[in-house]
């Protein structure tokens, strides 16, 4: 088509006043705006679901006041922030550091989807018609390109809005825009039963809005491997060159970390559960003994919701051997369980295992780091051979030292994984014996490096060789080719061992190697 056509569409004139608004808008106000909302979304959330409680509970106390300040102080423990309970019995104040994760994903994902959306400031709404540039609506277009279209060939794809937002204006937005609905938040919640710990709060708060925002941003980038490297560069250059070059293991390993880590949650799930289904007599009594009335009820039942991965998390600790506290000086283990404290019935808490030494049964429970080492070596593995989709296709197979030396980074960055969500997932809950509750962080950090790296290298040495040998005799012959590889001007025999960007490579198996078109 070698004329112009010319096409026009007829919009509403507030949806072109808002679409030019916004297309026009600096990126930084768009940043700041989005994060304010990403903030007051969550806290309307927790202030909804505290208020619907606070109304069908049949004793409800402290006033509608005291029902918001239960949810801001609700929405900064959903950050990490630690409270602290001030009307105790004793009339001294008591710490509250057991953060829901159930309630952490509120906030990152809606900070997550805040600094993603900020870096696109357009919908796009012109689009291009001419000869090999496509078409497009309330843009005129020329033969080979037209105005609003991308450099390169008449087959590039037309412009459809206006660039992205830097991603640093973008990030420093939302996470500003979070901060400022955050800090009045913390002011309000000061003078309510439940009051933030004025140092968590500064800290964690940033950490979570900055964290969640980033890799907000990050995605909305297509997860360059940019940032990635110039954040590196802190690091000596052989150290660098072992974790990122030449093989992007750093990628493979954090792929591979995040299957351990999950196989490691999701099998302290499966503990839980069975746990739960074991003692079901005594999680019923508890929940029924807790309250009374529907509504309290439904209150436990929410509570035990968001408590459920927390559960998770300490079932894990449970398998690697550290296993978690319920108070101080109460450890409970494979090996072991010391005799709690008394506590108030609580459902999750009748899926303890009962005091006294561990039973092969208790024991069993190792299978659970050993799968998940096992996962981490076989990711690591597909890695090494080039069939990992999230990788980029290499020319020749990672060697066995390689392929050992991402293991064992997968292994710490599991490591890292876990501490972090066992740090998350306990905390105080009073003082005295109730100081301590969950897991110790560095136990099940180093138990998860130990049983990880234990298993993964292995694994993921033996799943290399296997791999190798088993994509060798399975590639099926191309046009032209024999079922046994290709043969040359000599009669010689190659066998496909991997692609690259260039062809593929060829391997005869006895130290000859050749590109193949």
Same mark, same amino acid.
């Given at each position: 088509?070698?004329?112009? =056509?010319?096409?026009?569409?007829?919009?509403?004139?507030? @949806?072109? !006043?808002?679409?030019?608004?916004?297309?026009? @808008?600096?990126?930084?106000? #768009?940043? /700041?705006?989005?994060?304010?909302?990403?903030?007051?979304?969550?806290?309307?959330?927790?202030?909804?679901?505290?208020?619907?409680?606070? =109304?069908?509970?049949?004793?409800?106390?402290?006033?509608?006041?005291?029902?918001?300040?239960?949810?801001?102080?609700?929405?900064? /423990?959903?950050?990490?922030?630690?409270?602290?309970?001030?009307?105790?019995?004793?009339?001294?104040?008591?710490?509250?550091?057991?953060?829901?994760?159930?309630?952490? !994903?509120?906030?990152?994902?809606?900070?997550?989807?805040?600094?993603?959306?900020?870096?696109?400031?357009?919908?796009?709404?012109?689009?291009?018609?001419?000869?090999?540039?496509?078409?497009?609506?309330?843009?005129?277009?020329? #033969?080979?390109?037209?105005?609003?279209?991308?450099?390169?060939?008449?087959?590039?794809?037309?412009?459809?809005?206006?660039?992205?937002? @830097?991603?640093?204006?973008?990030?420093?937005?939302?996470?500003?825009?979070?901060?400022?609905?955050?800090?009045?938040?913390? *002011?309000? @919640?000061?003078?309510?039963?439940?009051?933030?710990?004025?140092?968590?709060?500064?800290?964690?708060?940033? /950490?979570?809005?900055?964290?969640?925002?980033?890799?907000?941003?990050?995605?909305?980038?297509?997860?360059?491997?940019?940032?990635?490297?110039?954040?590196?560069?802190?690091?000596?250059?052989?150290?660098?060159?072992?974790?990122?070059?030449?093989?992007?293991?750093?990628?493979? #390993?954090?792929?591979?970390?995040?299957?351990?880590?999950?196989?490691?949650?999701?099998?302290?799930?499966?503990?839980?559960?069975?746990?739960?289904?074991?003692?079901?007599?005594?999680?019923?009594?508890?929940?029924?003994?807790?309250?009374?009335?529907?509504?309290?009820?439904?209150?436990? $039942?929410?509570?035990?919701?968001?408590?459920?991965?927390?559960?998770?998390?300490?079932?894990?600790?449970?398998?690697?051997?550290?296993?978690?506290?319920?108070?101080?000086?109460?450890?409970?283990?494979?090996?072991?369980?010391?005799?709690?404290? *008394? $506590?108030?019935?609580?459902?999750? *808490?009748? #899926?303890?295992?009962?005091?006294?030494?561990?039973?092969?049964?208790?024991?069993?429970?190792?299978?659970?780091?050993?799968?998940?080492?096992?996962?981490?070596?076989?990711?690591?593995?597909?890695?090494?051979?080039?069939?990992?989709?999230?990788?980029?296709?290499?020319?020749?197979?990672?060697?066995?030292?390689?392929?050992?030396?991402?293991?064992? !980074?997968?292994?710490? !960055?599991?490591?890292?994984?876990?501490?972090?969500?066992?740090?998350?997932?306990?905390?105080?809950?009073?003082?005295?014996?109730?100081?301590?509750?969950?897991?110790?962080?560095?136990?099940?950090?180093?138990?998860? *490096?130990?049983?990880?790296?234990?298993?993964?290298?292995?694994?993921?040495?033996?799943?290399?060789?296997?791999?190798?040998?088993?994509?060798?005799?399975?590639?099926?012959?191309?046009?032209?080719?024999?079922?046994?590889?290709?043969?040359?001007?000599?009669?010689?025999?190659?066998?496909?061992?991997?692609?690259?960007?260039?062809?593929?490579?060829?391997?005869?198996?006895?130290?000859?190697?050749?590109?193949?078109?």
């Amino acid at each position: 088509m070698a004329g112009v =056509i010319q096409t026009t569409v007829r919009r509403a004139p507030l @949806s072109l !006043l808002r679409t030019r608004w916004r297309d026009r @808008s600096p990126g930084l106000a #768009a940043g /700041l705006l989005g994060g304010a909302v990403a903030a007051g979304l969550g806290l309307a959330s927790y202030a909804v679901l505290v208020t619907v409680l606070w =109304i069908s509970s049949p004793y409800p106390d402290n006033g509608p006041g005291g029902a918001l300040h239960v949810a801001a102080a609700l929405w900064l /423990l959903a950050h990490g922030a630690e409270l602290v309970r001030v009307d105790t019995l004793s009339g001294g104040s008591a710490p509250v550091g057991v953060t829901p994760l159930l309630l952490l !994903l509120l906030p990152v994902w809606l900070l997550h989807r805040a600094a993603r959306d900020a870096t696109d400031q357009g919908d796009g709404v012109g689009l291009v018609v001419g000869a090999g540039a496509g078409v497009g609506m309330g843009v005129e277009a020329g #033969a080979g390109a037209g105005l609003g279209a991308r450099p390169g060939g008449g087959g590039d794809l037309p412009d459809t809005g206006p660039p992205p937002v @830097s991603a640093r204006i973008a990030w420093a937005g939302v996470v500003l825009g979070y901060l400022a609905v955050a800090a009045p938040v913390v *002011l309000y @919640s000061a003078g309510g039963a439940l009051r933030p710990s004025w140092w968590w709060a500064v800290v964690w708060l940033p /950490l979570v809005a900055m964290g969640a925002a980033g890799a907000g941003v990050w995605t909305a980038f297509g997860r360059p491997g940019g940032p990635v490297g110039r954040a590196l560069r802190v690091l000596p250059r052989n150290l660098r060159e072992l974790v990122v070059e030449p093989d992007a293991r750093l990628g493979a #390993a954090t792929r591979a970390a995040g299957a351990g880590a999950a196989v490691l949650v999701g099998g302290g799930a499966l503990l839980l559960a069975v746990s739960l289904v074991w003692h079901g007599v005594a999680a019923r009594d508890a929940f029924l003994r807790l309250t009374e009335g529907w509504s309290g009820h439904f209150a436990v $039942l929410l509570l035990c919701l968001t408590l459920v991965p927390n559960a998770a998390v300490w079932a894990a600790a449970y398998a690697l051997g550290p296993g978690f506290a319920l108070g101080t000086g109460h450890v409970v283990d494979p090996f072991s369980s010391a005799p709690a404290p *008394l $506590l108030p019935p609580f459902p999750l *808490l009748a #899926a303890v295992p009962d005091a006294g030494p561990g039973t092969p049964l208790h024991w069993a429970a190792g299978m659970v780091p050993l799968a998940a080492g096992a996962v981490v070596g076989w990711f690591t593995a597909r890695a090494a051979t080039g069939a990992d989709p999230g990788a980029a296709q290499t020319a020749v197979a990672w060697s066995w030292r390689r392929t050992a030396g991402a293991a064992a !980074l997968a292994a710490v !960055l599991c490591a890292v994984l876990v501490a972090l969500l066992a740090a998350l997932a306990g905390g105080p809950l009073g003082g005295g014996v109730l100081a301590r509750f969950g897991p110790v962080w560095w136990q099940a950090g180093g138990a998860t *490096l130990a049983w990880v790296g234990v298993v993964a290298v292995p694994v993921a040495v033996g799943a290399r060789v296997w791999r190798g040998r088993r994509r060798r005799g399975a590639v099926p012959a191309p046009a032209g080719e024999t079922a046994g590889g290709v043969a040359d001007a000599g009669g010689r025999r190659w066998a496909r061992v991997a692609w690259s960007s260039a062809g593929r490579w060829w391997d005869r198996g006895e130290g000859g190697r050749r590109w193949w078109p």
